[in-house]
């Protein structure tokens, strides 16, 4: 969503007042305009968008003192940054502040400093034009009003940190907005979109920028007003009725997320039940329940999970000299990967022999604008650079072709056989294979160091990472084009070499195949679905073989039982007629492993609760095959397995991805209970010679 936000806003000259061109102090510019309203605008120093530091805090409080010994007839704080307000906390500073006393002070002091804001005595209005998130969020929380441009958005992500918010949002969402959708937002870390977030009543006033003059003057002429509490606010005062929707938040929460593995949701719930109609005893316990959550592990590692997402974003930073993208194949994963680099600002023409399939990926492009939050402008500029092409001839302009043709190597051979003569000598050529060789695939083609893979994970918008798989000829300065457009349209690249199933699939295959042993064993569906979703998986190898879509599940093993030269568990015979012969392929045919309603699988009452073993079998061939990918140097190193994992499949955020959870767990002690398994159920468990070198002291 922020892409085609930020490109409009480029093209629009901010209202910035009086403050833009002065100099910076503590990463805020101070000005006053002949109306006497101050300007203060937040400009942290260096490139990207702002964030909350103990520096940035600092120094509105000394703009604050400043404002108190001469006051303005308002105060209006912005940020100097087409990126947005502020994307929360400085998470340097939140690594510091391992030790809970210390931790307690420091936060002490920031709600002192939004405290005074708070307290100022003329009207404070804040105005944001793209994300303002976290603590960014929570200084506009503690302005009297707030003016949301077009494209803005609120929310506090803080639980994908393990964490809740610790300056204030608290107690300032629900009493800004209704309590129950305040802890909605909180416990979810969604955000809450300009539409939205004036229905909800985060935002005051919803305006284009070249209204926000005066939309301030208004503002700042009517002074405060008292929010009116909803019946919901009312009901939340007394303690029963808390009570019962502490209750129904703790259920849901526990749906996604054990207290176990993620404790900041049930803090949260915690303090809101206790304490939501008392102020300074929310304050306080925020602040106690934030420090202690910092020093857990489930926050030290997704801390860490934030550092390797930069580590791949970093991948995908600088120009990729890609205009124009030209996708061949209107199926489901080339519609959505047209859409998405459409709406990314990309020129797209996308070619499919079948008109049909060219109208629904339309279809599917507004669907994805909606889903996205795009306005109706930006909507309309995605479809318009999205070309229905039938004839192809997009081909001969684009800068990248990307081919999402059927998994079949000779499907995809006529395809190049047809592409590759349209192109431009310059143009490089990407397949979304999921686990064909590209050496093979590469073998018939003109300019085979043109070529290498762009590997997107289903469904396209809602999945960060995309494998930019290299093979033996492929240009370095190819892959290097086609990480930086994984950047340009907003995914986190993983350049991979070419190997049987890459990195994600060559990992998730054993696992998604011994779910299949074991309902072959007899062990229940439900029941192998829960150990995996208590290990920490989002889904379980049931469920996922089912959204996947069994066909596709079925191709990737067969493929990587014909290349791989280690030994996997053979596909049971019921499961290839269930695919081959019944068409029962999942989710999207309405049955599979399981039966599908209304988008969920239909599980059979309560899991029984699994075994340690249970467990083991699935999860430790994971660990296994990435080892095996970093002795044969699929993968950079540790810390890129371990992204990829995570943001590709999912694996547990908590245990900070498959190599890191194994060291948690001791190399010795897995590589011993692999050895177990493999003397009781097979050769598939042996563990691979690669983690020899990852003793226990290696790094």
């Known amino acids: 969503m922020t892409g085609p936000v930020l490109r409009h806003l480029g093209e629009t000259k901010l209202d910035l007042g009086p403050a833009r061109e002065a100099p910076r102090d503590k990463g805020w510019r101070a000005g006053r305009d002949d109306d006497g309203i101050a300007w203060l605008l937040l400009d942290v120093a260096g490139d990207g968008p702002n964030t909350v530091s103990e520096e940035v805090l600092a120094g509105l409080s000394e703009q604050i003192e400043r404002l108190k010994a001469d006051p303005p007839a308002a105060l209006v704080l912005r940020s100097a940054k087409t990126e947005g307000f502020a994307v929360g906390a400085d998470i340097g500073m939140l690594e510091k502040m391992t030790d809970p006393e210390t931790a307690e002070q420091k936060l002490r002091q920031g709600h002192e400093v939004l405290d005074a804001l708070e307290a100022l005595s003329f009207p404070t209005i804040a105005v944001s034009h793209g994300p303002a998130l976290g603590g960014g969020f929570e200084i506009i929380l503690a302005c009297d009003r707030c003016i949301a441009v077009d494209g803005a958005s609120f929310g506090f992500p803080e639980v994908n940190l393990g964490l809740h918010p610790g300056l204030g949002g608290t107690f300032r969402l629900p009493e800004r907005i209704d309590a129950t959708e305040a802890m909605t937002l909180m416990l979810t870390g969604k955000t809450a979109h300009t539409k939205k977030a004036r229905k909800l009543g985060i935002a005051d006033v919803v305006t284009q920028e070249r209204h926000v003059g005066a939309a301030v003057r208004d503002l700042a002429h009517k002074g405060d007003t008292e929010r009116d509490r909803s019946l919901t606010d009312r009901a939340m005062a007394l303690a029963p009725a808390r009570a019962y929707a502490a209750r129904q938040m703790r259920s849901r929460t526990a749906q996604k997320a054990s207290k176990e593995h993620y404790p900041a949701p049930y803090a949260l719930i915690d303090l809101w039940e206790e304490h939501h109609d008392d102020r300074t005893a929310m304050q306080q316990g925020e602040i106690r329940s934030f420090a202690r959550l910092l020093a857990t592990d489930t926050a030290q590692e997704l801390i860490r999970v934030f550092h390797l997402r930069g580590k791949l974003k970093d991948q995908g930073d600088g120009e990729d000299g890609v205009a124009h993208v030209h996708v061949a194949g209107a199926g489901a994963m080339g519609a959505e990967i047209a859409a998405w680099a459409a709406l990314k600002g990309k020129r797209v023409s996308l070619f499919d022999p079948d008109i049909e399939a060219l109208g629904q990926a339309v279809r599917q492009a507004q669907e994805i604008c909606d889903d996205a939050h795009c306005s109706a402008l930006e909507t309309r500029d995605t479809l318009d650079r999205m070309m229905p092409d039938p004839d192809n001839t997009g081909a001969a302009e684009a800068d990248l072709v990307i081919e999402a043709g059927p998994e079949a190597p000779e499907i995809k051979g006529k395809i190049y056989a047809d592409l590759e003569p349209r192109m431009k000598s310059t143009a490089t050529l990407a397949t979304n294979t999921s686990s064909l060789s590209l050496d093979k695939l590469a073998e018939g083609l003109r300019r085979p160091k043109r070529f290498a893979g ?39 690249p993983a350049r991979v070499a070419n190997y049987p199933g890459f990195l994600v699939n060559r990992a998730l295959t054993p696992y998604l195949l011994e779910a299949l042993v074991l309902v072959d064993e007899g062990v229940p569906k439900e029941t192998i679905d829960r150990a995996a979703e208590d290990f920490g998986m989002p889904t379980g190898p049931v469920e996922l073989a089912d959204y996947v879509g069994l066909d596709i599940c079925l191709h990737v093993a067969d493929s990587l039982k014909a290349d791989l030269d280690r030994a996997l568990a053979d596909v049971p015979g019921w499961f290839r007629e269930k695919v081959e012969d019944e068409g029962e392929v999942g989710k999207k045919s309405g049955k599979g492993l399981y039966i599908w309603e209304d988008g969920e699988a239909q599980k059979n009452g309560e899991a029984a609760e699994p075994e340690a073993e249970l467990t083991d079998r699935l999860i430790l061939p994971m660990l296994d095959a990435c080892v095996e990918c970093l002795r044969r140097e699929v993968v950079q190193d540790a810390d890129h397995a371990d992204a990829a994992m995570i943001f590709g499949a999912g694996f547990a955020p908590f245990r900070g991805g498959p190599m890191r959870h194994a060291r948690a767990r001791g190399i010795e002690t897995v590589t011993k209970r692999l050895s177990e398994l493999e003397d009781k159920h097979g050769a598939r468990f042996a563990p691979d010679v690669g983690w020899t070198d990852l003793g226990p002291h290696a790094e």
Do not use: W
């Not at 494998?467 to 990480?483: F, K, W």
């Open 454 to 492: 762009l590997h997107f994970f289903n469904p396209v918008p809602k999945m960060p990472l995309v494998e930019v798989v290299r093979h033996a000829e492929t240009y370095g300065t190819v892959s290097d084009q086609l990480a930086r457009f994984c950047g340009a349209i907003g995914k986190l």
